[in-house]
């Protein structure tokens, strides 16, 4: 792994942390040596991509990142941020990822963009496949970013296309809405494909008024015995909320 591989994963993991790291984070975060993780910081240090805390010894981003991260701001697109960050964690996790959008109706949910996990289940759709917003967890991430009213309006003909496990009544879809919310992913099993799980997180730009939803799909047997659920939901919150403080999403900058 070259030096600047290793600079990239480091400036990822402060994203993904969201505070000042010391040499200790940074080697059980990367599971790097100390002395290596001790000479890569100090490196990245003297070419201005960190800054050192004299009290504490903790490091964080630079001001010169966030210089940068306007130009970066203004030239790169809601989807292309995305996508950049469901390869990470395609990468980490072997699960396959997606991104969608709500149809026009906002009963569906189309795919946008899918890319491969290394895992053995690799249940595939493909870009323009649609599928019932009720019953996906992109589909319900998103739907959580519509006002409650919009909801009551559309919950006949959400209802019309929900698979037998999903949400059957507008008190039910309510709650599952209300938690995406509160903790800002959604969860589905065994809903739209059988045997298989998803977990979603969305993203808005404020700007072009744009909203997306990525997901990572994963064999449903056992996930939430095993704790791999929620360790798989602090990932994805993790990077969607990267994206949404960088473009000023109202949702990730509370």
């Not at 909801?151 to 698979?163: S, T």
């Not at 879809?173 to 739209?192: F, K, P, T, V």
Request: charged fraction near 20%; proline fraction near 6%.
């Amino acid at each position: 792994m070259s030096i600047l591989d290793s600079a990239t994963n480091v400036l990822r993991l402060f994203a993904r942390s969201e505070r000042d790291l010391t040499v200790t984070d940074i080697v059980a975060g990367l599971e790097l040596p100390k002395s290596s993780a001790s000479r890569l910081l100090k490196q990245m240090m003297e070419c201005g991509l960190l800054e050192r805390d004299a009290q504490t010894l903790a490091y964080r981003p630079s001001l010169l990142l966030l210089e940068v991260s306007h130009q970066v701001r203004a030239a790169t697109p809601l989807l292309r941020r995305m996508e950049q960050e469901l390869e990470a964690l395609v990468h980490e996790s072997g699960h396959t990822g997606y991104i969608s959008v709500l149809d026009e109706t906002a009963t569906s949910v189309v795919v946008l963009r899918v890319h491969h996990g290394a895992h053995p289940l690799r249940v595939v759709t493909w870009p323009g496949h649609r599928s019932p917003a009720i019953s996906t967890s992109t589909g319900r991430a998103l739907l959580a970013r519509l006002a409650d009213t919009a909801i009551a309006e559309r919950f006949a003909a959400l209802a019309a296309k929900a698979a037998p496990a999903s949400p059957k009544d507008p008190a039910a879809l309510h709650a599952s809405l209300a938690r995406i919310r509160q903790e800002g992913w959604s969860l589905a099993l065994n809903e739209a494909l059988p045997g298989v799980g998803s977990l979603s997180c969305a993203v808005a730009d404020p700007i072009s008024g744009e909203t997306l939803a990525f997901c990572l799909s994963f064999p449903s047997a056992g996930s939430e015995q095993s704790g791999d659920i929620e360790a798989l939901a602090q990932r994805l919150t993790g990077h969607a909320r990267s994206i949404g403080r960088a473009i000023g999403d109202p949702f990730w900058n509370p």
